[in-house]
């Protein structure tokens, strides 16, 4: 019983090995269609928006966790996870509901192409 239990765990685990492998992939490819299918513009509420993600929520991270008393790894970690850009998830569904779509389009190509400069700030400010 034991073994068949271990059997279909690690069935489980592949499954969702290669489905989280996948999803990197699929997540860019998806990004390029967004961002092919819109104009993309540096208007003042996308500048906003890349604004308040790529800075403004992980400085607040930063500054709230420093404030309660908590360090490393707990707080590099935090800091960074938001710190990662706007994901493609958010111009897929506005491209699918028609909703703000070169708004999002717009927001993903800024907050990409800033993260590669507030990413590598937060990295320095973190450790």
């Known amino acids: ?15 969702l090995s290669l489905l989280g492998h996948a999803t990197g992939g699929v997540s860019l490819f998806a990004a390029g269609i967004v961002l092919a299918s819109n104009k993309v513009t540096a208007s003042w509420p996308v500048m ?13 991270i930063l500054g709230g966790l420093r404030w309660l008393g908590f360090g490393d790894p707990l707080l590099s970690e935090a800091v960074l996870t938001m710190a ?7 111009a897929m569904l506005a491209l699918q509901y ?6 999002a389009a717009s927001s993903l190509f800024f907050s990409v192409i800033g993260s590669v400069i507030t990413l590598a700030v937060f990295i320095l400010v973190t450790n």
Do not use: C, W
Request: hydrophobic share 55%; net charge negative; no cysteine.
């Open 1 to 15: 019983m034991a073994d068949h239990n271990h059997r279909n765990t690690q069935l489980l685990l592949d499954a």
């Open 84 to 90: 990662i850009p706007v994901m493609p998830i958010v």
């Open 48 to 60: 906003l928006l890349v604004l308040l993600k790529n800075v403004a929520e992980p400085a607040l």
């Open 98 to 103: 028609r909703v703000g779509e070169a708004l």
